[in-house]
């Protein structure tokens, strides 16, 4: 099975930055259509940003927009989420997701369509 794992959480301030990480041990990983989630204390487990195979193709919740960015290396079988301007609400664990083909879709921002899920890491955002 593929296993992937998140890193790069921390706990930092209001307005300041924080990159995440997430890297495959599938050798395949650039066929994979990948995502990010998170999950606040609580709450129910909420789509983040989706990337396609090439990269190319990206689409993200609009609580992010303009704030996040997705992307991908798939020759380091990772992939990235850029986070600026951390507000508070951001706190959340945040997994990253893989979904083999075959896909009917580009990218995707249903969790259901995820195969493949990391342990998540903790990113807190104090005020």
């Known amino acids: 099975q593929v296993q992937l794992v998140e890193s790069g959480g921390g706990l930092v301030q209001a307005g300041t930055s924080l990159k995440l990480s997430c890297e495959a041990s599938e050798y395949s990983f650039g066929s994979y259509i990948m995502a990010w989630f998170r999950q606040a204390s609580g709450k129910e487990r909420q789509f983040v940003a989706t990337?396609?195979?090439?990269?190319?193709?990206?689409d993200y919740t609009d609580a992010v927009k303009g704030r996040f960015t997705i992307s991908r290396d798939n020759a380091k079988k990772t992939v990235y989420l850029q986070m600026d301007s951390l507000k508070p609400e951001d706190t959340a664990v945040y997994y990253c997701?893989?979904?083999?083909?075959?896909?009917?879709?580009?990218?995707?921002?249903?969790?259901?369509?995820?195969?493949?899920w990391g342990q998540g890491t903790q990113v807190t955002v104090s005020s």
């Open positions: 990337i396609g195979w090439s990269g190319e193709t990206t």
């Open positions: 997701a893989a979904d083999p083909p075959p896909w009917g879709v580009l990218v995707s921002s249903k969790e259901s369509d995820y195969e493949y």
